[in-house]
């Protein structure tokens, strides 16, 4: 394997300050400050693939990564995962007891004794952070958090007498201008219930219009209109052949047969836009009746009296929460797909 030299350095600068005793959270706002590139970005530059860019900024999660990383010191890793049902192809981590080390395949770029040290410091980290207590009850908005500024998944913690919901990109950059300070959770559940009773009440009154929609519209109207066009275009082609074969037979004029055959051709496409016209309108419909009868769409509406939101309300109507300051966050809904294509439908 050879050594890229300038990530080296990189490597080599976060193992000297974490060993000479700054925290993770330092080490990454260092970084951040000399737009140093995350592994992500920089191996997405050099043309490589990564599973996630994200948004390019330093956190202790980052900083940690590499101080864990035995790579550094020769070492390859190798069985850190494998596949526990072969049918869903999902992979279980492999403790790091049960992994294949084999040492000096490579020149190392880090000691064996700084690499040492940084795992002693690290378990003392984690050691300290362990004798804080936590709640370990799953909150409702588990995953669903994300800061609307920097796109950064929201940390939940608790604090002397409630939890409180708050980004770490301002801990440790100011490039997005994240809020700072977060939210109280009890403040957001009030916020978050209101606007999910707004939308509740509006797919309901979208249910009951489509209901009444779908009564004021005949059974398979738009089914028999389209057949009864498609005939009628059927008709004006024959007759259109009949006159082309008058006029080669000599029956009919030139100056018959274009004026007719002009005539003709503007009925057939009329008649053919009136079906497609006609086509989008069955689409429509075929769409409506789906919406009224989707099930996502009928538990939503079983909402309608609530007054408290739970598990099941927040899985079932919401995809992301996206926060950018106290008196201003917006929801991804997870039925938002339905009403798009009922949108482009009525286009």
């Not at 043309?47 to 101080?67: C, D, M």
């Not at 009925?267 to 009224?292: C, D, G, M, N, P």
């Amino acid at each position: 394997m050879l050594i890229d030299h300038e990530a080296a350095m990189i490597v080599t600068d976060i193992f000297l300050w974490f060993t000479q005793g700054k925290r993770l959270g330092e080490i990454a706002k260092i970084l951040n400050g000399k737009q140093i590139d995350t592994p992500a970005t920089y191996l997405g530059k050099k043309g490589y693939k990564v599973a996630r860019k994200g948004n390019n900024i330093w956190y202790s999660t980052t900083v940690k990564a590499i101080l864990k990383e035995k790579a550094y010191i020769g070492t390859i890793v190798n069985h850190k995962t494998e596949v526990a049902v072969i049918s869903t192809k999902k992979a279980k981590i492999i403790p790091p007891e049960e992994r294949i080390e084999c040492e000096n395949q490579h020149e190392a770029i880090i000691s064996k004794e700084i690499f040492t040290r940084s795992e002693i410091l690290l378990k003392e980290h984690v050691f300290r952070k362990k004798q804080v207590p936590h709640n370990t009850e799953k909150n409702i908005f588990h995953g669903k958090i994300r800061c609307g500024c920097c796109g950064n998944k929201m940390r939940i913690r608790m604090g002397v007498k409630s939890k409180r919901i708050s980004c770490q990109t301002p801990s440790v950059s100011e490039q997005y201008g994240c809020m700072k300070g977060g939210i109280q959770e009890e403040e957001l559940k009030k916020v978050i219930l209101e606007m999910v009773k707004d939308q509740i009440q509006l797919v309901s009154n979208r249910i009951t219009a489509l209901g009444k929609e779908r009564r004021n519209i005949p059974n398979g109207s738009s089914a028999k209109k389209i057949e009864l066009l498609e005939t009628k275009v059927q008709e004006l082609k024959r007759e259109k052949f009949y006159l082309y074969e008058g006029y080669v037979e000599g029956r009919v004029t030139k100056e018959e047969y274009q004026e007719k055959a002009k005539e003709l051709s503007n009925e057939i496409s009329f008649y053919t836009q009136s079906i497609e016209t006609a086509t989008k309108q069955k689409e429509k419909e075929k769409h409506r009746e789906r919406l009224q009868k989707n099930e996502k769409l009928k538990e939503i509406r079983s909402f309608e009296k609530i007054e408290k939101l739970d598990s099941k309300i927040v899985d079932c109507m919401i995809d992301t929460i996206y926060i950018y300051a106290e008196d201003r966050i917006e929801i991804k809904w997870a039925f938002e797909d339905l009403f798009v294509a009922e949108t482009e439908n009525q286009v």
